[in-house]
């Protein structure tokens, strides 16, 4: 079973950067593709953005060019540079893992993104 373990959420002020980070731990499938999403209150949940295993990308379009999803293979962690940060941004930001020929799904607790104006 996938574990997943965000961290590195908090309050910024409108344009500044945060780095989420989510640790993956227990049984990996090898085609997989992990994702952020983030819900805002009152909004439905969506994704920011998503990296598979053979590190194809894809972002949302309010976040493109300012958002950044990597993968460190060894460390098994997933994580999301946000920059040029704006009030809108501000959410609860879940990983999650995904395999890509099963239905196993993970989601991780979530991190409290704020950003002020």
């Known amino acids: 079973q996938v574990q997943l373990v965000e961290s590195g959420g908090g309050l910024v002020q409108s344009g500044g950067s945060l780095r989420l980070s989510c640790a993956a731990s227990?049984?990996?499938?090898?085609?997989?593709?992990m994702g952020w999403y983030r819900q805002a209150p009152g909004k439905q949940r969506e994704v920011v953005a998503s990296?598979?295993?053979?590190?194809?990308?894809n972002y949302a379009d309010s976040v493109k060019g300012r958002f950044t999803i990597s993968r460190d293979t060894a460390k098994n962690t997933v994580d999301l540079q946000m920059n040029s940060l704006k009030p809108e941004d501000s959410a609860v930001y879940y990983c999650?893992?995904?395999?890509?020929?099963?239905?196993?799904?993970?989601w991780g607790q979530g991190t409290q993104v704020t950003v002020s104006s």
């Open positions: 990296i598979s295993s053979s590190l194809r990308t």
């Open positions: 227990g049984l990996i499938f090898s085609s997989y593709i």
């Open positions: 999650k893992y995904s395999a890509q020929f099963s239905s196993y799904e993970s």
